[in-house]
C-alpha cells in the first residue's frame, strides 16, 4: 500500500520541482542511489520499469526507504498497462509513470488514491488525460518538444502541472528555461548519475549532483 496519497505526492513534486528518474537491477547499487538521492534533497524518485524482474528490485527498495528514508515518494516510472500499475502498486508505489498515456491506468491509480503522470505529446492527449484524474501529466521526451511547448500550452491551460522529461539537464540554462515556460517540476536521469563514479562506489557524487541541481532550482524560484 502507498504510505503517500495522491495529494501529498503532488505536494511533494512542486515542493522539491525535480524528481530523478533511475533503474539498475542491482538491489544494493538501488538502495545506495536512492539513499544518496534523499540526502541531497530528493523526495520523490522514479525507479523505472526498464528490466527483468525489475519489480522485484523495487518492492526492495520500498521497503528499505520506508526506515532509511522515511519522507521519500518512491514511484514506479515506464509503465504501459493497467496490469503492470496494480503489480507496482501492491508493492507499494506511490506514484506512477508512463511514457504514453494509457486510460486503463488511471482507473486503476485512482481508485488507490495514487497519482498516475501519463507521457504526452499534444494538448488533447494533456487535455484527455486531465479529463481522467492525471493531475500532473508529463511532456515526455522534453527535448523534442521544448521549452516553448510548454509555455505555448500553458497560455490557454493554466492550470496544468507539467512534469518534462528527457532532455532536462542540472544546469542553470537548462532549468531556467523550463520553469520559466512554466513546468511544474523536472524529471532527470543519466546526468544526475554519473557511471564512472557509481561504478566506485561514489555515491556521495550523486547526494552533490542532487545538491547542486536543487541550489540552482531555489535560485531560479528566488528571483
Not at 524482474?53 to 515506464?78: D, I
Not at 503492470?84 to 504514453?100: D, E, H, K, R
Not at 498515456?101 to 503522470?117: L, T
Request: one cysteine or more; hydrophobic letters at 40%; glycine letters at 10%.
Amino acid at each position: 500500500m502507498a504510505k503517500f496519497d495522491k495529494t501529498q505526492v503532488v505536494i511533494k513534486m512542486g515542493e522539491t520541482r525535480m524528481v530523478p528518474v533511475y533503474y539498475n537491477s542491482d538491489v544494493e547499487v538501488a538502495k545506495q542511489i536512492v539513499k544518496a538521492c534523499y540526502e541531497g534533497g530528493v523526495r520523490v524518485f522514479e525507479f523505472t520499469n526498464r528490466g527483468d524482474f525489475a519489480h522485484e528490485v523495487f518492492g526492495e527498495l520500498v521497503k528499505f526507504a520506508a526506515t532509511e528514508c522515511p519522507e521519500m515518494a518512491l514511484g514506479v516510472g515506464s509503465v504501459v498497462d493497467a496490469p503492470t500499475a496494480s503489480l507496482y502498486i501492491q508493492l507499494g508505489a506511490n506514484f506512477v509513470v508512463g511514457p504514453l498515456f494509457n486510460a486503463d491506468i488511471a482507473k486503476v491509480c485512482n481508485r488507490r488514491s495514487i497519482p498516475y503522470v501519463p507521457g504526452c505529446g499534444t494538448m488533447t492527449e494533456i487535455g484527455d488525460a486531465q479529463e481522467v484524474g492525471c493531475e500532473v501529466t508529463k511532456v515526455f521526451p522534453g527535448d523534442v518538444y521544448g521549452p516553448n511547448f510548454v509555455k505555448d500550452l500553458m497560455a490557454p491551460m493554466r492550470w496544468s502541472k507539467i512534469m518534462v522529461t528527457g532532455g532536462v539537464a542540472p544546469t542553470e540554462e537548462n532549468l531556467t528555461a523550463w520553469f520559466k515556460a512554466g513546468a511544474y517540476c523536472v524529471g532527470m536521469g543519466s546526468k544526475l548519475f554519473p557511471k564512472d563514479e557509481i561504478a566506485k562506489g561514489n555515491y556521495a557524487a550523486v547526494t552533490k549532483k542532487c545538491e547542486d541541481a536543487f541550489a540552482i532550482i531555489k535560485g531560479i524560484f528566488n528571483k
